[in-house]
């Protein structure tokens, strides 16, 4: 099993940037596919970015080219760094970590960091 602290968020004026950091606890980090996703009120979770056990990086069609994914396992850490933020960014980011294992897919959530943008 692993926890999520997610950290980072807060207000920021649009085409500002923020550094969000998902930080883990628990063992085998590395083997984990970890994930940066956002809801926004009254909207589904979407996912925004992620990165693989192997390195694999992902990234959603809205924040290609203004975000970057990047994980250190030695750390337990992935960091998502947001740049040229417009206020659709504003929703409450949330990070999440998944292994299959026979099948069977294991996910973790946490607790989620408020991104607020200012026109």
């Known amino acids: 099993q692993v926890q999520l602290i997610e950290s980072g968020g807060g207000l920021v004026q649009a085409g500002g940037s923020l550094r969000l950091s998902c930080v883990a606890s628990g063992s085998s980090f590395s083997s984990y596919d970890i994930g940066w996703y956002r809801q926004a009120p009254g909207r589904q979770r979407d996912s925004v970015a992620s990165?693989?056990?192997?390195?694999?990086?992902y990234y959603g069609d809205s924040v290609k080219d203004r975000f970057t994914i990047s994980r250190d396992n030695a750390e337990n850490t992935v960091i998502l760094h947001m740049s040229s933020l417009n206020p659709e960014a504003k929703a409450v980011y949330y990070c999440n970590a998944q292994y299959r294992f026979f099948g069977t897919v294991y996910a973790y959530w946490g607790q989620g960091t408020q991104v607020n943008v200012s026109s």
């Open positions: 990165v693989s056990a192997g390195g694999r990086i």
